[in-house]
């Protein structure tokens, strides 16, 4: 089985995604891997130098709040820099998943709706929380709001997300209570399994 693990910024997929780990799933975090293996990849970087210089630093390595600057400031660029890194994550997934086709998967997406990939996943898992969890939650990361809204804003509304989820977790409470919830619906699915 293969969940699809979408919400906003902020909204606590990746808590989630652990507690989902913790009871046996496997996990595959997309921002991990395009942090860790697409940004540091050494054809990648050299396209993005081509075509945002500013964005290298003196060691090769991606300044990744220079390029989010870019990114959520002009459409044509994140649209340039969706083409050039989803690819990519796409052949992680399937190589990934490729290492154990019986086991059960947990994947981050955050455009997971966005993009078109609901065909990828068995099940679709929303977390929700409200704007204010949301800001608190960022600001905490060091993104102000004026950033974390423009941000959010280049999503797809969280409304839009939990209507076509498959089942939904609500993130406004403790850790304690997002594990609960996730507990639960493991128990629904390994009953639909």
Request: net charge neutral; charged share 25%; with cysteine.
């Given at each position: 089985?293969?969940?699809?693990?979408?919400?906003g910024?902020g909204?606590?997929?990746?808590?989630?995604?652990?507690?989902?780990?913790?009871?046996?799933?496997?996990r595959?975090?997309?921002?991990?891997?395009?942090?860790?293996?697409?940004?540091?990849?050494p054809?990648?970087?050299?396209?993005?130098?081509?075509?945002?210089?500013d964005?290298?630093?003196?060691?090769?390595?991606?300044?990744?709040?220079?390029?989010?600057?870019?990114?959520f400031?002009?459409d044509?660029t994140?649209g340039?820099?969706?083409?050039?890194?989803?690819?990519?994550?796409?052949?992680?997934?399937?190589?990934t998943?490729?290492?154990?086709?019986?086991?059960?998967?947990?994947?981050?997406?955050p455009?997971?709706?966005?993009?078109?990939?609901?065909?990828?996943?068995?099940?679709?898992?929303?977390?929700?929380?409200?704007?204010?969890?949301?800001?608190a939650?960022?600001?905490?990361?060091?993104?102000?709001q004026?950033?974390?809204?423009?941000?959010?804003?280049?999503?797809?509304?969280?409304?839009q997300?939990?209507e076509?989820?498959?089942?939904?977790?609500?993130?406004?409470?403790t850790?304690?209570?997002l594990?609960?919830?996730v507990a639960?619906?493991?128990?629904?699915?390994?009953?639909?399994?």
């Amino acid at each position: 089985m293969i969940l699809g693990l979408t919400g906003g910024m902020g909204g606590g997929k990746s808590t989630a995604a652990r507690f989902f780990e913790d009871i046996g799933y496997r996990r595959i975090d997309s921002d991990e891997i395009v942090r860790d293996h697409l940004l540091t990849n050494p054809e990648v970087v050299e396209l993005i130098r081509q075509r945002l210089p500013d964005v290298i630093d003196e060691q090769n390595w991606v300044q990744r709040s220079i390029l989010a600057r870019h990114v959520f400031a002009n459409d044509e660029t994140r649209g340039w820099l969706e083409g050039l890194l989803h690819p990519r994550l796409y052949s992680y997934w399937r190589e990934t998943l490729a290492t154990a086709p019986n086991a059960s998967w947990v994947v981050e997406v955050p455009l997971l709706f966005e993009k078109g990939l609901e065909n990828w996943f068995d099940f679709i898992v929303c977390v929700a929380t409200s704007s204010p969890h949301q800001l608190a939650r960022l600001k905490e990361r060091g993104i102000s709001q004026t950033l974390a809204e423009q941000r959010i804003s280049k999503q797809l509304p969280l409304a839009q997300k939990i209507e076509k989820a498959d089942f939904v977790l609500t993130n406004d409470g403790t850790p304690r209570t997002l594990r609960l919830q996730v507990a639960r619906l493991a128990r629904i699915l390994a009953d639909r399994g």
